[in-house]
């Protein structure tokens, strides 16, 4: 029995071993990465990652401290204290995001850690280095990756941007009122109006799957309506404490081989397409991360 | 204990009733739905739309003829014979798609619909009434909305896009291999990039969330491995077809009450939002669905 395949797919997975192209000249993301060499890869630092047990597995993030040090400092000292351990995923809106923090039905208090911090919404762009994207962006000025994350840019401040995967710290009205012990991740289509309106610090580069494929909330915002719903978060810790901290590498965006591959990815060569796209959006460039060799 | 939510999520909720702006011109998206006039919505006629049952709920997809006419009487044809009665979700790729077909545990002989079609991946643009957004697009000349449907054009052609719950006829490597006996949902981050390469045939106006929280398939591109883990369907049925046809309406995307949605979400007036982003992207914008009152 035949069986179509969305062949396009093929080059969204990192792993996947993708046939290389008849003609074109544009290699294969699969044929990108197994190219790259050892040092256009960095290893995450293990005190920059936070690693979440859910009954299904580990979530990854990357803390993201050149953005959000203030919420990076404060993040360790809460994973730290063992704030999150026992804590749950809220909510689940989908096409949104995933949230989750302590419970009504299992209050916290937080020793070292601090409840709010001042926002860190952007910063000045001076002295980040930003690796910019051609085609636009319909959000801001410019758009691109620094140092591992999708950002914009305008002539004075750079801010991380809201793609899939990235990591929030939900606040209320006031800016002051987040600092980390309620977060959420993106687990749909980029929200940019969130750009430069709440702090991000950071993206999951792990187990994004654990947290998207959640049921939904059927409460208003997609927030689960009975404690039974939520999924529990066994604990939280920073990746540097565990007796075997996560050993990842992330293919650096300043490097030729990422340059390579958002090429591949502006303007796909493989049969399967007919019309290339001539243009990539920053939301739609992969960011390969690894099990380190 | 304080309880923070990310308020600006609420605009996102067409059925949330948001705050009203303490000082804002722009009203809450729940205003402007609420205060829109019966002849701005427009009833979803039955003869187009499939109803897919899972063990979760229905799936409700809008057919989009003027865009895919060869392929919504093929889908028509398809569900009317039972074509899809007993086929399964068998991938669903993270941040990309779930798709469905017969499988080779089960598979059916087509009767009365064909198995491949001529694409239709792009129409002439002219004929076709086009409401266009104003800040740009990464991917095209021009987007916008034309009869309910995000779409893309340039000089000539017209195209629907690729965003969340659109639903498009998976195709081998020639073009017309395609023809709707494989059907995905868009249920990540848009993936613009399949734009004319691939027939879109309409989306998903109720139960994205039943597919986009499906459990990720563990096989490459994200198909299941083994014959358990893929969510059965019961029946596809044209909506004309069943006793209780659904009765849904959309908000006209011609309508004055959609340009002032656009608008609210272009600039958000809320006291939570302290920059609004001036702009708006396609795929962020709100394509509202009721039930009919």
Redesign the interface.
């Known amino acids: 029995?035949?069986?179509?395949?969305?062949?396009?797919?093929?080059a969204?997975?990192a792993?996947?071993s993708a046939p290389a192209a008849p003609e074109g000249p544009a290699p294969s993301v699969a044929d990108i990465l197994a190219q790259a060499s050892a040092d256009e890869w960095r290893a995450l630092d293990p005190e920059n990652l936070l690693v979440m047990e859910l009954p299904r597995g580990q979530v990854v993030i990357e803390l993201a401290p050149e953005f959000a040090p203030q919420h990076a400092v404060n993040l360790r000292a809460l994973a730290r204290e063992g704030y999150f351990d026992g804590a749950a995923v809220v909510r689940?809106?989908?096409?949104?995001?995933a949230?989750w923090?302590?419970t009504?039905e299992s209050?916290r208090e937080i020793r070292t850690g601090r409840?709010t911090l001042a926002p860190e919404?952007t910063r000045p762009r001076a002295g980040v280095a930003f690796a910019p994207l051609p085609?636009?962006?319909?959000?801001a000025r410019e758009s691109g990756f620094a140092g591992g994350f999708p950002a914009a840019r305008d002539t004075r401040e750079i801010w991380l941007a809201h793609?899939?995967?990235m990591v929030g710290a939900?606040?209320?009205?006031a800016?002051d009122?987040?600092g980390g012990?309620?977060l959420?991740a993106v687990t749909?289509?980029?929200?940019?109006?969130?750009?430069?309106?709440?702090t991000l610090v950071g993206r999951v580069v792990q187990g994004?799957?654990l947290l998207?494929?959640?049921?939904?909330g059927t409460g208003?915002?997609?927030f689960y309506e009975t404690p039974g719903e939520r999924t529990p978060i066994a604990r939280v810790r920073v990746g540097a404490d565990l007796e075997s901290p996560p050993r990842l590498q992330a293919l650096r965006t300043e490097s030729a081989s990422f340059a390579r591959l958002t090429e591949a990815?502006r303007n796909?060569r493989d049969?399967?397409?007919?019309?290339?796209?001539g243009?990539?959006?920053l939301?739609?460039v992969p960011l390969p991360v690894r099990a380190a060799p």
Chains 1, 2 share one sequence.
């Open positions: 029995m035949r069986h179509i395949v969305l062949a396009a797919a093929i969204l997975s792993c996947a689940a809106q989908d096409n949104f995001v949230q923090s302590r009504e209050p409840a919404f085609d636009g962006d319909v959000y793609c899939y995967g939900g606040r209320d009205v800016s009122s987040g012990t309620e959420y749909g289509h980029a929200p940019r109006q969130l750009d430069r309106n709440i994004i799957e998207s494929s959640l049921p939904r208003a915002l997609g990815r796909r049969e399967w397409y007919k019309v290339p796209a243009a990539i959006e939301c739609n």
